[in-house]
């Protein structure tokens, strides 16, 4: 069993983070939560859900300000982390080294460990600020996977588009997600 930690943040893209959990149900994947206050903001503006909500598909919700939680040490076997979506202001921590909060701390603790650590930064545009801490954060270790979802599939819905990019964070953690569209290059003349 494969145990990640799924942390949301404020930032635009909360069906992303739902998308995420959903292609992780049925799998031998076990995800624990992080939400922050903007988190659950965002996510009952865009949603219109709640922590609540999402309990069918988190093995365990823990406390942003727990910083006694398992996540927060390196001996914990967690394999891996995604902060999605992921807001500037938890780019900065991160890249800095910053532990405000549990969403910090565990990501600092993934990058100690050498282990995955996806960052879907969400912001646009970009300022000079924005990208030096995520050229930091690659530095440190980091995976820096904004939410731009690919179109060559021809999603015909937000929540297939969501799926598909969610689907490129579940691999980027090692968790392999089948029947996904995946480029498989130009059809032949003959085809087009």
């Not at 060559?152 to 997600?177: F, W």
Request: proline share 5%.
């Amino acid at each position: 069993m494969k145990k990640v930690v799924l942390a949301i943040t404020g930032a635009t893209g909360a069906v992303y983070a739902l998308e995420f959990l959903k292609l992780c149900q049925g799998r031998e994947v076990e995800v624990h939560g992080l939400l922050s206050e903007a988190g659950a903001q965002v996510l009952g503006l865009e949603l219109g859900m709640s922590r609540t909500d999402l309990e069918p598909y988190v093995a365990k919700w823990h406390d942003v300000h727990d910083f006694a939680a398992s996540m927060s040490s390196g001996s914990s076997d967690f394999s891996g982390m995604a902060v999605l979506p992921c807001t500037m202001g938890s780019l900065a921590a991160i890249a800095n080294g910053v532990c405000g909060n549990l969403i910090h701390r565990a990501a600092d603790v993934m990058l100690k460990e050498r282990r995955p650590l996806v960052l879907a930064v969400r912001e646009t545009p970009l300022n000079k600020t924005h990208l030096t801490n995520m050229l930091k954060a690659h530095e440190a270790g980091a995976i820096i996977c904004p939410p731009m979802p690919a179109l060559y599939h021809r999603p015909r819905s937000i929540e297939e588009m969501a799926r598909q990019y969610a689907g490129r964070v579940a691999g980027l953690l090692g968790i392999g997600v089948e029947g996904l569209a995946r480029w498989q290059g130009l059809p032949p003349e003959d085809e087009a």
